[in-house]
């Protein structure tokens, strides 16, 4: 479990994963301190805005309280400047006598508005409900915060209301802001939609994007590197395809260059291997006939009843034998060494190629005649593999299991399709093999059985027998592993084994 764990850990895909949750959770942690500090630079924001308003209106305050007069163009030129520092400022008045939020009358603005226009902005002001304070007592500053739209379509926020009282009446000045200056990008308006804020949160996600691209380019690099890698060992990639010309970054170049080299090695490796094996095998084999051919005339010239001689060279013909089963499986041994470095991968129909395979046996199997060969094989199933790996795999296979077959038994094969898989398993009904020794049989030069004739003893006088040097399902689990399949055995219920081989299916 602590193995595994570790393995994803240390996986490009986690590690990503993990920078993801960090962006993710970096915004969702600042969210709170971020709303709170944006909450208190509104509220100082709009504190200063509204001590703002409260010091005009009480610039104004003895101004109105003499005035007595009745011309508003003294009032419009009394406030016209003060439209110039960015707060717009608009003068009600209520007479003695009138009462309500209704009675109040716009007598001047710093917009320099006609008197159509000063009607339609007195009646949305009193919509806006903020001379209702004002109905019973013209007392008191009073600091507002409301959103509020113009006649002409621009937006305000009405930032404070100041009554005071004068001898023409209840005076009211309304101070506001439009919303085009700072308060369009602070108050009332949520604080991600602030342009520092936007502009942090742009930086933000193109550093995220910019990781993410990272990572992705180094993934989409190394698939090409399997993707290249795979095509090698099927034999179908493209002359001239190389890790160097495929890979796009530059961090990857000695990377690439050193899988080019390995692959140039290994199949270099793996021809020097074939050809050795070829040589050994020829020169090996040379003297072994010489000497079964010596061995041939001094039989002959051994009289029958030299008892002591004869058995001398029966030992000699056994030894001999030994010899070349060891050299043919030596070569056997190197040949698919060879194989696993480079194996020779093409499109092949197994159901064909089984059937072809299977047909001498249908005559009865070679070395135990009387044992029956069954098959059962789905058509058109294909894999990627060569017409010799196959062979020498369902050879070795099936001579396994007819050599630990009693006479009269059977051997079923069977080829069927399961998922994206072709799986071929072979039956016996032989002893089967001890529990713990299962995975073992597939190790190289073991084996349980006797290593001459049947009775074993290298001195039998029954006749020559080739020993079985214990590497016919080593290589066929070698094979079987080289075109990305697994091969099991098990033992089977009421007596016998069940090899069962698995190979990515082409079809």
Known sequence: MVRTAGRIWRSLGAKLFVILVIFVAVPVVLYGPFR???????????QSVQQQGWLIGHSLKPFLERFQGTDAAVLQETIADLGQQGVKVRLLLRPLEAAGSSSFFLVASTDQLGTDEMEQELEQLIETDVLVTLEETCQGQQPLATRYVSPDGEEEVLTSITPVNGPRGCWAVVTAHPTSGLLSATLGQPYWQM???????????????????????????????????????????????????????????????????????LEDSSREIRY????????????????????????????????RGQRALHLVEQSVARLDGLVAAARRM?????????????????????????????????????????????????ILASDELVETVVENLLDNAVSFSPPGGEVRIALVREGNKAVLSVEDRGPGVVDGDVERIFERNYTKRPRSASDGELGHPGGIKL??????????????????????????EGGGLRVRAEMPRSD
């Open 195 to 265: 342009p520092e804020v936007r502009l942090a949160a742009a930086i933000y996600l193109l550093m995220a994007v910019v990781i993410i691209l990272l990572f992705l380019g180094f993934w989409v690099s190394l698939r090409r590197f399997a993707g290249l890698a795979e095509r090698i060992r099927a034999r179908s990639v493209v002359d001239g395809a190389s890790f160097a010309k495929l890979n796009r970054m530059p961090e990857l170049a000695g990377v690439a260059e050193e899988f080019d080299r390995m692959v140039a090695t």
């Open 467 to 492: 020993p079985n040097f214990g590497i016919g399902l080593w290589v066929v689990r070698r094979n079987i592993e080289a075109i990305g399949g697994t091969v099991r055995a098990e033992n089977r």
């Open 276 to 307: 050795a094996a070829e040589e050994n095998a020829h020169a090996l084999k040379a003297p072994l006939a010489v000497i079964s051919q010596s061995v041939e005339l001094l039989r002959r010239a051994v009289s029958p009843e030299h008892e």
């Open 334 to 382: 190197e040949e698919t060494v060879a194989e696993l470095m480079n194996p020779p991968r093409e499109r092949i129909d197994l159901s064909a190629l089984l059937g072809q395979l299977i047909a001498p046996y249908a005559i009865g199997a070679p070395g135990n005649a009387t044992v029956r060969v069954v098959s059962h094989l789905e058509p058109g199933v294909e």
């Open 36 to 46: 709170l500090a944006d909450k208190e630079r509104n509220t100082l924001l709009l």
